[in-house]
């Protein structure tokens, strides 16, 4: 199943997660958690640590007890099955891998408990193994692999049974940066081959947004924002899923203009043109957010051509001294003091090998933004 008909959906939920609370000790881990997850979907819950995601993710699997709501997988209420009698596979943070057996026969496990043909695992565990890389490791023991070689072998093992629904707790963790990148790929690959629905828990930003149907931001014990990654990333609903997701930068201000197709912040670096109306009144605080990679720098003052794009002179332009710069190849990340003192954080692509519009450290330069990329936050 592709992300666009998984994100689609139709008809029952195939995960429905409903006003579910958590509580150890009197403090509230979840707080009134709703969610629904069609079929077939990555979805991911993204967060800081303690922000409840992985106790969601522990709920689903059974090995914690709400203290209320409801759960149903697959129009089946499951709160009440124990964890080994759900169609429900988890791949831990811990690994959890048997010391005594190898790496083959670790993945091998679930498939025996389960009474599949001796061909069929033996398929599946090589299909496994290659997906993870680990063909060569095939008779090690734990104990003789990396930390990031034993989550690849739990990975393999939460795999390996094709479960209904998939739960992974940092999945790829453990594993350097290429090979994480690579991974992801074939782990969505995989998933969607075999159809399982998957509910992953990451901190990563890169990983939720590269591998997943849909993303929960979550804080505090609730979600605070359900979306696909580029509506989470493009359109957040408030100013912690903004800063969390990606860089940002947050002017501060106040509505002094509100017409249905226009509106103007007044914050201390300037008047800030957007292109659309908001739901808000004149004079309330209002936070501006703009992406690193929506604003432009240089050093000449923006053209007539380029200012019609920002409306009229005036608007969405400030100025200030670049006081750091850290080049990524693809990329370069600036740092620029404006003139009220606030730093303001840019991105440019390095699309020519020889760019003749370099910017360095200490120079004076411009920068601006069009208003059709700019979003206000009211919470």
């Given at each position: 199943?592709?992300?666009?008909?998984?994100?689609?959906?139709?008809?029952?939920?195939?995960?429905?997660?409903?006003?579910?609370?958590?509580?150890?000790?009197?403090?509230?881990?979840?707080?009134?958690?709703?969610?629904?997850?069609?079929?077939?979907?990555?979805?991911?819950?993204?967060?800081?640590?303690?922000?409840?995601?992985?106790?969601?993710?522990?709920?689903?699997?059974?090995?914690?007890?709400?203290?209320?709501?409801?759960?149903?997988?697959?129009?089946?209420?499951?709160?009440?099955?124990?964890?080994?009698?759900?169609?429900?596979?988890?791949?831990?943070?811990?690994?959890?891998?048997?010391?005594?057996?190898?790496?083959?026969?670790?993945?091998?496990?679930?498939?025996?408990?389960?009474?599949?043909?001796?061909?069929?695992?033996?398929?599946?565990?090589?299909?496994?193994?290659?997906?993870?890389?680990?063909?060569?490791?095939?008779?090690?023991?734990?104990?003789?692999?990396?930390?990031?070689?034993?989550?690849?072998?739990?990975?393999?093992?939460?795999?390996?049974?094709?479960?209904?629904l998939l739960l992974l707790d940092e999945p790829l963790g453990a594993l350097d940066k290429k090979l994480r990148e690579q991974t992801q790929m074939e782990l969505v690959g995989i998933i969607?081959?075999?159809?399982?629905?998957?509910?992953?828990?990451?901190?990563?930003?890169?990983?939720?947004?590269?591998?997943?149907?849909?993303?929960?931001?979550?804080?505090?014990?609730?979600?605070?924002?359900?979306?696909?990654?580029?509506?989470?990333?493009?359109?957040?609903?408030?100013?912690?899923?903004?800063?969390?997701?990606?860089?940002?930068?947050?002017?501060?201000?106040?509505?002094?203009?509100?017409?249905?197709?226009?509106?103007?912040?007044?914050?201390?670096?300037?008047?800030?043109?957007?292109?659309?109306?908001?739901?808000?009144?004149?004079?309330?605080?209002?936070?501006?957010?703009?992406?690193?990679?929506?604003?432009?720098?240089?050093?000449?003052?923006?053209?007539?051509?380029?200012?019609?794009?920002?409306?009229?002179?005036?608007?969405?332009?400030?100025?200030?001294?670049?006081?750091?710069?850290?080049?990524?190849?693809?990329?370069?990340?600036?740092?620029?003091?404006?003139?009220?003192?606030?730093?303001?954080?840019?991105?440019?692509?390095?699309?020519?090998?020889?760019?003749?519009?370099?910017?360095?450290?200490?120079?004076?330069?411009?920068?601006?933004?069009?208003?059709?990329?700019?979003?206000?936050?009211?919470?």
């Amino acid at each position: 199943m592709s992300k666009e008909r998984a994100a689609a959906g139709t008809g029952q939920p195939f995960l429905l997660i409903r006003d579910l609370v958590k509580d150890f000790d009197g403090v509230r881990a979840v707080n009134d958690v709703s969610v629904e997850i069609n079929k077939g979907e990555i979805f991911a819950l993204l967060g800081s640590s303690g922000c409840g995601k992985s106790t969601l993710l522990r709920m689903l699997a059974g090995f914690e007890i709400p203290t209320s709501g409801k759960i149903q997988l697959a129009g089946q209420d499951i709160i009440a099955v124990p964890p080994y009698q759900r169609p429900i596979n988890m791949m831990f943070q811990s690994y959890a891998l048997f010391p005594h057996l190898s790496v083959w026969d670790n993945i091998a496990f679930g498939l025996r408990r389960d009474g599949l043909p001796k061909d069929e695992i033996a398929t599946r565990v090589e299909q496994m193994l290659k997906l993870v890389q680990l063909s060569a490791y095939a008779k090690r023991k734990p104990h003789q692999l990396s930390g990031g070689q034993q989550q690849r072998v739990a990975l393999a093992r939460s795999l390996a049974k094709r479960p209904q629904l998939l739960l992974l707790d940092e999945p790829l963790g453990a594993l350097d940066k290429k090979l994480r990148e690579q991974t992801q790929m074939e782990l969505v690959g995989i998933i969607e081959e075999v159809g399982v629905t998957c509910v992953m828990v990451t901190h990563d930003q890169d990983e939720a947004m590269s591998m997943a149907t849909r993303i929960a931001v979550m804080s505090e014990g609730r979600i605070l924002q359900v979306g696909a990654p580029g509506e989470i990333y493009e359109t957040p609903n408030c100013r912690f899923v903004a800063d969390f997701i990606g860089s940002v930068n947050m002017f501060e201000g106040s509505v002094s203009a509100d017409e249905p197709d226009h509106v103007i912040i007044e914050t201390p670096e300037g008047q800030h043109y957007i292109t659309h109306g908001i739901t808000g009144t004149l004079g309330m605080p209002v936070s501006v957010a703009v992406r690193p990679e929506k604003i432009c720098l240089q050093q000449q003052a923006p053209t007539q051509e380029q200012r019609a794009q920002a409306v009229e002179h005036g608007y969405n332009c400030v100025q200030g001294v670049i006081t750091a710069l850290a080049y990524f190849g693809n990329e370069t990340h600036y740092h620029v003091r404006l003139d009220s003192g606030k730093v303001l954080k840019v991105s440019r692509t390095n699309a020519a090998r020889h760019d003749d519009s370099v910017l360095e450290r200490d120079q004076r330069v411009y920068a601006w933004w069009d208003g059709a990329d700019v979003v206000v936050l009211t919470s």
